[in-house]
């Protein structure tokens, strides 16, 4: 039975099921690109259930012959090939899967066997040999050491390059060009021009050698190796120098090791597969060796920049997932421009609403009593924005890795609800974050006010302590009186006819800031800057 499964091999790119073609079972492939094929052995029941499963099958674009040896005159057994597009792991349970819900239930279907399928062909090898200068820096070890690091760097070619079928050899690039046509260009000249090996991986020109290590469960444990890269490079940014220099070859030694990766060292000298190791680990620990240094130079130094730069590899991956073989995929350029459309209204509103609840929420004091300019408005609301639309990668995400391992497994419909409402959850919560930053602000507003400093201007709102005198005590109209004009208040941008104050005494005073909100006409009162730290303004 095992024999009749996967017998004979057939490549992914003309797969045929065992028999003739022609016969009358037999349904079309399933469009699309596939990954895997999957063979099955399905007993079905002789007679009506038969055409049946077979009519079902190819409805549902499964590909299926029937196997006349392996069955009786009750029963028979058919093969039929499902194709997926994900992981290999999980992948015989998911063709299992989508030939029985194939039948629909209108058919008593036993499984017998299941396997996945190999290509039959080894897939084809093409090398690149690239044609360059014979280079000569005349005699001492050095010397001619440096010229071969020159040559093989790529420094000394000519811009013309050959491929060979296979992993090919010198002689073999060599006899291409002599014997090869005359493409124009640089002609091959034996007494100037020589050839190298392009830059590849030993199971690249070897595809019959194991799968490297770091190429296997979807690459992640690669991924890995270059976050641990970044995190090395972010602290080393944090150590003194001589701490610097200490740990700092800790990044050659893993170059000589992740350079096989990339580079064959039976075809490349070390010195080249080290330097494309170190592109690679060098690379990412600059990386996070910049961002340290960048963020503290801002002002602060948080390691949520090289964590949010991590997490977004496999967000990435997953959205890669979810999208591929859809409409949107088919569609990405145009829906992709069309996306961005909308930010032209949605970065004001959002950040209309930032500046709303810290002045109008948590202070009290109206937005419209304040000119903001439209930048501004426009940087307020980047954040939120960008929390929702990274909320809604994720989302997209969990769904696309879902698919990947075919989680997803029964009615479309359902698992979209579900996926749905968990992305608009996390999109709330990632607003209600990005709207945090106005509390924030105005918890800060409140402490350097206390502090006897001017507050910090919060998305072009702007305020500052100020003295206030009346002018006509007996007739200034305050409301909620009374003015305070013993001790500095929070003054806005004045705008119109009237001022609004902020007094911190009266909001510490309660539980709610916006207690501490004044109104009082611009006309009545006359403001003055309070000095820096003072508890209390001169007497009238």
């Not at 016969?23 to 002789?46: I, K, M, N, Y």
């Not at 749905?420 to 930053?437: D, E, H, I, K, P």
């Amino acid at each position: 039975m095992a024999s009749m499964l996967v017998n004979p091999f057939r490549t992914r790119l003309a797969p045929t099921p065992p028999g003739d073609g022609e016969s009358e079972g037999e349904g079309p492939p399933q469009a699309g690109d596939f990954t895997h094929r999957a063979a099955v052995l399905v007993r079905v029941p002789a007679g009506a259930e038969e055409a049946t499963a077979r009519e079902q099958w190819a409805r549902c674009g499964l590909l299926f012959s029937p196997l006349e040896a392996a069955g009786d005159d009750a029963t028979a057994v058919y093969w039929v090939e499902v194709r997926l597009q994900g992981s290999r792991w999980g992948a015989l349970t998911e063709a299992e899967r989508r030939v029985t819900a194939a039948l629909a239930g209108r058919v008593s279907a036993h499984i017998a066997d299941a396997t996945l399928l190999e290509p039959e062909v080894t897939p084809t090898v093409v090398s690149t040999w690239h044609m360059h200068r014979k280079t000569d820096w005349g005699p001492g070890w050095w010397r001619s050491r440096a010229a071969q690091l020159w040559v093989q760097v790529g420094a000394a070619d000519v811009h013309r390059r050959v491929r060979l079928d296979g992993p090919g050899t010198r002689e073999e690039a060599l006899a291409a060009l002599q014997r090869g046509p005359d493409v124009g260009g640089v002609h091959f000249d034996e007494n100037l021009h020589d050839v190298r090996p392009g830059i590849a991986s030993a199971h690249a020109v070897r595809p019959q050698d194991p799968a490297p290590w770091q190429t296997r469960a979807l690459g992640l444990p690669g991924m890995a190796v270059g976050a641990v890269a970044m995190l090395f490079g972010w602290m080393l940014a944090g150590l003194g120098l001589g701490w610097q220099m200490a740990l700092a070859p800790l990044l050659v030694v893993g170059a000589w090791w992740v350079g096989p990766w990339l580079a064959d060292r039976e075809r490349h000298s070390g010195v080249v597969v080290w330097l494309c190791g170190l592109a690679v680990v060098g690379g990412t620990g600059l990386c996070g060796f910049m961002i340290r240094v960048v963020s503290a130079a801002l002002g602060g130094v948080d390691v949520r920049a090289v964590v949010v730069m991590l997490c977004g590899l496999p967000v990435l991956r997953g959205c890669l997932y979810a999208l591929r073989q859809s409409w949107f995929s088919r569609n990405a350029a145009t829906v992709l421009s069309l996306a961005v459309l909308p930010l032209a209204w949605v970065l004001p509103w959002m950040g209309r609403l930032v500046q709303g609840i810290y002045l109008t929420v948590c202070l009290g004091i109206p937005l419209s009593a304040v000119n903001v300019d439209a930048l501004w408005t426009y940087l307020a609301g980047v954040k939120p924005t960008a929390l929702c639309i990274a909320a809604l990668l994720c989302g997209l995400a969990a769904l696309g890795w879902c698919r990947h391992f075919y989680w997803i497994t029964g009615s479309r419909t359902y698992y979209l609800a579900v996926f749905g409402t968990f992305t608009v959850v996390m999109m709330v919560v990632a607003v209600l974050v990005g709207l945090s930053s106005a509390t924030n602000g105005a918890d800060r507003t409140v402490a350097q006010a206390v502090a006897g400093q001017d507050p910090s201007p919060f998305f072009g709102i702007s305020a500052r302590r100020v003295c206030v005198r009346p002018l006509d005590a007996a007739n200034t109209a305050v409301q909620p009186g009374p003015l305070p004009t013993g001790y500095p208040v929070v003054a806005f941008d004045v705008t119109g006819d009237e001022t609004w104050l902020w007094d911190y005494r009266r909001a510490t005073a309660s539980a709610d800031l916006a207690k501490g909100a004044l109104r009082v006409r611009t006309d009545q009162v006359v403001t003055q800057p309070a000095a820096r730290g003072a508890r209390t303004c001169p007497p009238l």
